[in-house]
């Protein structure tokens, strides 16, 4: 089996969750500001956006030896009957 980092889903995986925690960070220091656009400090939004982006990317390479092998998921995922609320048949 190919080591986690090597692998195309987990760095699409990374991706995606990288470009969801900017969008979040990015409309969180917007909602908090509570000033015009024009008046905004940029340069620190652009901190924070970045730097919750580093921290989204160092959270998948960690969880990459703890999950689902593969992928940045922290959590293994759950088995199909579990899901649906059914019992697990042994």
Not at 70 to 78: I, Q, Y
């Given at each position: 089996m190919a080591r986690p980092l090597l692998t195309a889903t987990f760095w699409l995986d990374t991706l995606e969750r990288t470009i969801r925690t900017a969008a979040q960070a990015l409309l969180g220091a917007l909602t908090a500001s509570q000033v015009a656009l024009d008046e905004l400090d940029w340069q620190l939004v652009g901190l924070t956006v970045g730097t919750a982006c580093i921290l989204s990317v160092l959270m998948a390479?960690?969880?990459?030896?703890?999950?689902?092998?593969?992928?940045?998921?922290?959590?293994?995922?759950?088995?199909?009957?579990?899901?649906?609320?059914?019992?697990?048949d042994e």
């Open positions: 390479i960690v969880a990459s030896g703890i999950g689902e092998p593969g992928t940045a998921s922290v959590l293994n995922p759950a088995p199909p009957d579990t899901l649906r609320g059914g019992a697990v």
